[in-house]
């Protein structure tokens, strides 16, 4: 087992692990999305044991935290979200990594249940619930499109009204932040606390060998009003960053670059357009499921360094807390 520095080196490496993975580790994976950031990337180091390859992002001198592969937003968590079924295989793996590792991952919660005995020898527990989403891509684009969930009448003004959808890749992602700003702008009208990507941020995705992300911008006269960052790997594509200009709303072009992408995606034979987190908007979450996806349910859980002594002093609070009695109404008495 060794632990070493990441860097560029480490790149296709990285790919090719993942590409020889029948299912990737989450609806997007590698390098490119993991360490988008420079504090990620000058912070990121590979664990290696046999033909496990991770790379892991070092927060202190006794704390390691696997780099994220579904969530690129920074380097906290893996994700097994894009995992469908769990074999031995995973705990074999999980079970090799160093003792003094503090490990988080995300998965769907259907296989944590699945698998809870499992995780719970590892020593692994809930530390949060969420929920994301994930279009199931069909075999054609006419029987995702006939699907009663979708808003085809939004996908249909779009057309009429001639907005173009066209794909490209770095050289679009000036064009596409122009637009990303006029949402950051709405978003945080409405909610001040509202956050936003960086450009230099978004540049770092087009900077690898043999990269997998791509732009879709959607014109009206020549003029671009809505676009999409997405990625892919082998069967699964991600919806990475979007926004639209809120004064051409009414033509609906995010529907129709959408619907776009699922057409290039269905002929490419994705099987999975990850639509991700909607931190709880429900506009947001609404936009989402008018285009098929499905909500998930996932769990955070996380690897405690030391569970001897966190089940000792578990044991220790619970036998001096002093037992409540139950109000009528069935919750307690304060």
Not at 38 to 58: C, M, R, Y
Not at 104 to 115: C, F, G, K, V
Not at 147 to 152: A, G, H, L, P, W
Not at 204 to 209: A, E, G, I, K, V
Request: hydrophobic letters at 35%.
């Amino acid at each position: 087992m060794n632990i070493i520095p990441f860097s560029e080196q480490h790149i296709i490496p990285w790919q090719e692990a993942i590409d020889r993975t029948p299912e990737s580790p989450g609806p997007t994976s590698g390098p490119e999305y993991g360490s988008s950031m420079d504090v990620s990337w000058k912070n990121t180091f590979i664990f290696e044991a046999g033909d496990l390859f991770l790379p892991f992002s070092l927060r202190n001198s006794n704390q390691l935290k696997i780099i994220p592969t579904a969530n690129y937003a920074g380097a906290q968590i893996n994700s097994l979200l894009g995992v469908r079924e769990v074999d031995t295989s995973v705990f074999d793996r999980l079970a090799t990594l160093p003792r003094n590792c503090v490990i988080t991952l995300q998965l769907p919660r259907r296989i944590y249940d699945e698998h809870k005995k499992n995780f719970s020898l590892l020593n692994y527990e809930i530390q949060n619930v969420f929920d994301y989403h994930m279009i199931p891509l069909r075999d054609s684009y006419d029987e995702w499109f006939n699907r009663k969930v979708i808003e085809r009448r939004f996908i249909r003004k779009a057309e009429r009204e001639n907005v173009e959808v066209r794909f490209g890749a770095g050289e679009l992602l000036p064009t596409f932040y122009d637009i990303y700003q006029h949402s950051v702008q709405r978003w945080q009208k409405q909610d001040p606390r509202a956050s936003f990507h960086r450009l230099d941020r978004m540049q770092r995705l087009f900077t690898y060998p043999n990269g997998r992300v791509e732009i879709a911008l959607g014109y009206y006269q020549d003029k671009p009003i809505a676009g999409v960052v997405f990625a892919q790997y082998q069967q699964t594509a991600a919806y990475l960053f979007g926004g639209f200009d809120y004064e051409y709303q009414h033509l609906r072009a995010m529907f129709l670059v959408h619907a776009t992408i699922v057409k290039r995606l269905t002929e490419a034979r994705i099987r999975l357009y990850s639509h991700g987190l909607s931190l709880g908007r429900k506009s947001l979450e609404h936009f989402k499921e008018s285009l098929g996806a499905e909500r998930n349910h996932a769990v955070v859980i996380v690897r405690h360094r030391f569970p001897k002594i966190k089940r000792i002093l578990k044991s220790l609070k619970a036998s001096s807390t002093p037992a409540q009695s139950a109000s009528p109404s069935g919750g307690h008495e304060l």
